[in-house]
């Protein structure tokens, strides 16, 4: 602490005016406060300013005002030049110095408590918000079998520790946790999260660490649901469970649940589907003006699904929509009916002349802009048990029920 002359304070224990008497600080303070230019006191005093500012030298002088915390007489420095910042203060017995960012003690533990405070308003809103909105669970057998495969995946992708689910957690979407993913919540996992949130069935947990979020902002951000906002839980309980169960449980429960014949099925058309349609769709924009009609392939598709593997769906359809496209050619339409009907004709046909001779007909690739969703890889791979990628088959798992 330097103080001289019971009225100086030098924060700068270098000021060359430290050793100077009274008088000539005052005088260098009010040569400061002239209109002398720093180029000019600069040159007066050379060459004690060459690597240092002018305003550092100068120090506080006491005044008469008291300190609002202990009642010591507060020092003040003045301005600085071209600059608008307010005098400087500071009381030398306990260290105050009235600015937002005040280290004093008392500054201190005023700042901390008013931050207690916010967080305890927080928890306390937050509590109700969360009573009011996540009571109920979900019996587990409640859910479809899509919903429980599309958890089983979520938990797969997004589980940190087996304990919460976190969507942005860098390290664990950069591991690969499953082959060939695309582990950026895209497409139809985002919508799948999203539609979870809003059915309360992926939940905020419940002990958020309140942080300078205030709680209006989180629920703004539930609302547009910001994904880094928080962890996540899933409010559902296995059988006999009166509580929602913890992630682990949950996906022990999931990883050894047994899906039956008719929901592999059904888990199966989903896949399957999807990809014949999109194939369809595709070759349908490119060479059929895309009048193919859903309802056309719903016609056929399941006559195809049972028997032919999607590789050999591919051979057909590729095969007659080139048919179709040639005849729109040849005889000149473009009536829609006319393309749907020969189209569907043809793919009749195809699986009649095919039905007892599968194996002998060749195999098609999906194209690589028709990659199954992760879902479906996930479907395929790990609750189908399918493991012959380009002939995705059926009768690959029917044997095994
Ligand atoms: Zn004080
Ligand atoms: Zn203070």
């Not at 400061?32 to 002088?61: C, G, L, R, V």
């Not at 938990?155 to 087996?162: E, F, G, M, S």
């Not at 939940?203 to 649901?225: A, Q, R, S």
């Not at 890889?377 to 380009?390: A, P, R, S, Y």
Request: contains cysteine.
């Amino acid at each position: 602490m330097c103080v001289k002359y019971d009225t100086f304070y030098f924060k700068d224990a270098k000021s060359f005016l430290i050793d100077q008497s009274e008088e000539e600080i005052l005088k260098f303070i009010e040569l400061y406060k002239s209109e002398a230019s720093a180029w000019d006191i600069s040159s007066q005093y050379y060459p004690i300013f060459i690597n240092s500012s002018i305003y550092s030298h100068i120090p506080y002088q006491c005044t008469t005002s008291k300190c609002e915390y202990c009642n010591a007489y507060i020092f003040k420095k003045i301005p600085r030049k071209n600059n608008r910042k307010m005098e400087l203060f500071y009381c030398i017995n306990c260290n105050h110095t009235n600015d937002k960012n005040c280290k004093c003690s008392r500054c201190v533990e005023k700042r901390n408590q008013d931050v207690l405070l916010n967080k305890l308003a927080f928890i306390e809103k937050w509590n109700k918000y969360y009573e009011q909105n996540y009571s109920g669970s979900y019996d587990i057998n409640s859910l479809s079998v899509l919903d429980l495969v599309y958890l089983q995946l979520i938990i797969r992708l997004y589980a940190v520790n087996d304990e919460y689910l976190s969507f942005y957690k860098k390290s664990k979407l950069e591991k690969n946790v499953y082959p060939s993913g695309n582990l950026n919540i895209e497409g139809d996992l985002k919508e799948k999260i999203l539609a979870f949130i809003a059915r309360k069935i992926i939940i905020p947990v419940k002990n958020i660490k309140p942080n300078t979020e205030t709680f209006e902002d989180f629920k703004k951000g539930l609302e547009t649901m910001n994904f880094e906002l928080t962890d996540w839980n899933l409010n559902i309980r296995i059988p006999d469970a009166n509580e929602i169960s913890s992630l682990k449980n949950l996906s022990f429960y999931l990883n050894q649940k047994k899906y039956t014949s008719l929901e592999c099925d059904f888990l199966w058309k989903e896949v399957y589907d999807y990809l014949i349609k999109s194939y369809i769709k595709s070759l349908s924009e490119m060479y059929l003006d895309d009048k193919i009609f859903d309802f056309t392939i719903d016609l056929f598709i399941d006559d195809l699904r049972d028997d032919f593997s999607i590789s050999k769906t591919l051979n057909i359809c590729y095969y007659s929509i080139n048919s179709t496209h040639f005849n729109m050619n040849k005889y000149k339409y473009s009536d829609p009916k006319k393309i749907n009907t020969h189209f569907r004709n043809r793919v009749v046909e195809a699986i009649e002349k095919n039905k007892n001779q599968i194996h002998l007909m060749k195999d098609f690739n999906l194209p690589s802009i028709l990659k199954p969703l992760l879902i479906h890889q996930f479907i395929l791979g790990e609750v189908l048990k399918i493991k012959e990628e380009i002939t995705y088959s059926k009768l690959n798992f029917k044997d095994s029920f």
